[in-house]
């Protein structure tokens, strides 16, 4: 083949971040009533070791962009005296906000909906405001600022290193207990904003799984699992003559064409062929879209590989230029 894929190499020899895409259903509801603030010492019944209870209106359990907006509304919700922790397993170090910072995760993928207006967006446009989003990209840096702030204004605490574990009963959570550092959480509410219902599991109790939420039908279909590599040295111009290369090159989009429709139903090939010969394409000032599959296949041939979903996959992929001139590459899929 007389395309040049070195730099494609390249891509797949920087992978630095290991994200999970997956979606977890929000559980518990607010109460407004507060409760007495203060600590006790107790005794564990099969720990000798004296455990110190905190008391909190409201306990969310993960630090995703989803569990920061939902601590800060509760904590909007109740007012000044009330009590909301924000409770992760990471250490004090590693950054706040889960996929996008520390899985690297730039490209924002919006809700097709009209969603900017709506009263329970208010949140994630404060949250791209103060993380300088110009439209599609976020810098992780400014994303983990951004989230800091916003909880230290609205009065939450945060709980490092604590991963929980439920004690349930009546399908009720009680308390929830921090074994490593002997300290007991106790609240009105628990709120599981984990990505993988990691609260709702440990309690036993009812979570949706995949996209159960949609439909029934849908509980075990999940997202691939996405490998979002941060390139240095390669360019959108060198994207883009990598590209021209494949599609000037008849015999080879004719072997793509060819392997998407021998590998798929005609439906599918009708999808993953349509804009099958659109250039890269600035959807954004600060995002790129691959609209065509043909530079993804044109790799699982060179590779020797068949089209399909399974396994690898170099889908049509969401890229941002961050502000340092490196590329953040959501695209490279496994399931």
């Known amino acids: ?39 006790d010492l107790d005794k564990d019944k099969n720990n000798t070791v004296p455990i110190t209870t905190q008391n909190f209106d409201v306990v969310v359990y993960g630090d995703e962009l989803q ?8 904590k909007k919700t109740l007012g000044e005296e009330g009590k909301v922790a924000l409770v992760r397993s ?26 900017y207006n709506q009263p329970v967006a208010q ?20 994303a983990e ?25 009546n399908q009720t959570i009680q308390y929830v207990d921090i074994p490593q550092s002997n300290v007991r959480l106790q609240a009105n509410s628990y709120i599981d904003t984990t990505q993988d219902a990691e609260l709702a599991r440990k309690a036993g109790l009812a979570y949706y799984r995949g996209y159960e939420s ?22 959108i111009a060198d ?37 099958f010969r659109v250039p890269l394409y600035k959807s954004s000032p600060d995002g790129y879209y691959h609209k065509s599959i043909a530079f993804g296949v044109a790799y699982k041939l ?7 979903l399974k396994g690898f996959f170099l889908d049509k992929s969401n890229i941002c230029l961050l502000p340092d001139n490196s590329l953040s590459w959501n695209g490279l899929l496994f399931k």
């Open 145 to 169: 600022q951004a989230m800091a702030e916003m909880l230290a204004e609205a009065g939450v605490s945060i709980i490092n290193e604590a991963p929980l574990m439920p004690q349930v009963e």
């Open 123 to 142: 949140c994630f446009r404060d949250f791209l405001n103060r993380s300088q989003v110009v439209v599609s990209c976020l810098a992780a840096d400014k």
């Open 302 to 308: 060179h590779r020797n590989l068949p089209f399909g």
């Open 214 to 235: 949609q439909s029934p039908e849908l509980a075990n279909e999940t997202l691939a699992v996405s490998l979002v590599p941060i390139i240095t040295g390669l360019t």
């Open 67 to 74: 569990g920061v907006c939902a601590a800060i509304w509760a």
């Open 1 to 39: 083949m007389t395309y040049n894929f070195k730099i494609l190499g390249l891509i797949l020899l920087s992978l630095i971040a290991l994200t999970i895409g997956s979606t977890t259903d929000l559980f518990g509801q607010i109460f407004p009533s507060l409760i007495r603030s203060k600590q």
């Open 90 to 115: 990471n250490s004090a170090d590693e950054p706040l906000g889960g996929l996008l910072t520390r899985g690297g995760l730039a490209f924002l993928d919006y809700d097709k909906t009209n969603w």
């Open 239 to 275: 994207l883009r003559a990598i590209e021209r290369q494949i599609f000037s090159n008849g015999d080879l989009m004719k072997q793509i064409e060819t392997n998407i429709r021998e590998n798929t139903d005609a439906e599918g090939a009708r999808f993953w062929l349509s804009n």
